[in-house]
């Protein structure tokens, strides 16, 4: 099994993206995250009652028990596997990494409604977005529709690339699927509405935690890919100023994280993000980000595409030199 700042983790995780990068997440195949939300859905049918001081700490006991038991499960399998084979486990772990990335995903959905917008077919653009975001689609125009989609890649950047990754070197496969079933958490009891705020109050507050140093690596990183873009392709992009403007602008996010790499993108792109969305008719305001210099067109959706695979290379960059540079520090050390 895989330890942290252990080279075969570096190695596994390598291997991790590239099995993501060329099959995605086969449907054929169980994925855990769907696993895991069966048990989160189930439960809350049952504990998801009561006073606001009873669905706060079934809440909390709920987040307490997919966390940790995710965590405990994944490396108890892995310990059994190494103590049958160490390929064995070598196996399950590269698979089980692989399943907390969404690179190909990201990418292939966000494609998705590239190729019919770029055509002008807005109702089949509308329907791929939907598939993406909560938010209503069936009246977007072109920068709406572009808007949605930029964002999305934006803030799942972190939750489906970089966050996965940060916690997978630390730990390994058992930590970054903690870190999915943190997000899974968040991404169906987490809301701020009357059915969730309680119950869903330790699930939102844990994955604002799990979140906070991968979304502001992120945004960084966003910000090295734009300026080594800029450098070394025909790509246009703001990349002076947008430290600054990322600065100001993320804390304006509702999210403590999601701010920081949409800002980040909207800078780059020199677009606006954020505004008034619609959900089942019910409008919803959110601060906006960046400067509309442009106006949102499609092609901003290829050009996010572009950044999120540069943040991404770079996340792993720089966490493979930070760790090999911990590894040469302790080994000089003993």
């Known amino acids: 099994m895989s330890a942290p700042f252990e080279l075969t983790g570096i190695i596994l995780v390598a291997l991790a993206i590239v099995i993501d990068l060329s099959v995605g997440d086969p449907r054929s195949i169980p994925h855990p995250v769907v696993l895991i939300g069966r048990f989160i859905s189930r439960f809350e049918q049952l504990w998801n009652r009561g006073t606001a001081q009873q669905r706060r700490e079934c809440g909390f006991l709920l987040t307490l028990i997919v966390v940790g038991g995710v ?17 064995l486990a070598l196996v399950a772990e590269l698979w089980l990494l692989s399943t907390t990335l969404a690179i190909k995903g990201l990418g292939d959905a966000a494609r998705a409604v590239v190729e019919p917008l770029t055509k002008g077919d807005f109702p089949a653009a509308r329907q791929a977005l939907g598939m993406i975001v909560g938010r209503d689609t ?42 999915k079933a943190v997000n899974t958490l968040d991404s169906m009891v987490g809301y701020k509405n009357q059915r969730y705020a309680d119950f ?16 502001r690596l992120t945004a960084l990183c966003l910000w090295l890919a734009g300026l080594l873009l800029s450098t070394f392709t025909v790509l246009t992009l703001r990349w002076k100023g947008a430290l600054r403007g ?15 790499p949409e800002a980040m993108v909207a800078r780059l792109l020199g677009v606006q993000l954020g505004g008034t969305n619609f959900y089942q008719g019910v409008a919803s ?3 906006t980000l960046g400067e509309p210099l442009e106006k949102l067109r499609v092609a901003h959706i290829g050009a996010t595409i572009r950044l999120m695979h540069g943040a991404w290379m770079l996340f792993m960059l720089l966490s493979v030199v930070v760790i090999m540079g911990l590894l040469f520090i302790f080994q000089g050390l003993l």
């Not at 405990?72 to 160490?86: G, M």
């Not at 950047?157 to 970054?176: E, K, M, N, R």
């Not at 869903?200 to 979304?215: Q, T, Y």
């Open 138 to 179: 069936h009246r977007l125009d072109e920068a709406e529709i572009t808007r949605g989609t930029v964002e999305t890649v934006a803030e799942n950047t972190v939750d489906g690339i970089t966050a996965p990754l940060f916690f997978a070197l630390i730990g390994g496969a058992p930590l970054a699927l903690a870190y």
């Open 285 to 287: 305001h959110r601060a």
């Open 200 to 215: 869903g109050f330790a699930s939102a507050k844990l994955d604002d935690v799990a979140n906070w140093v991968p979304a």
């Open 71 to 87: 965590w405990s499960i994944s490396w108890l399998l892995l310990a059994v596997l190494t103590q049958l084979h160490p390929g």
């Open 246 to 260: 990322t600065c100001r602008d993320a804390p304006r996010h509702p999210s403590p994280n999601a701010g920081w």
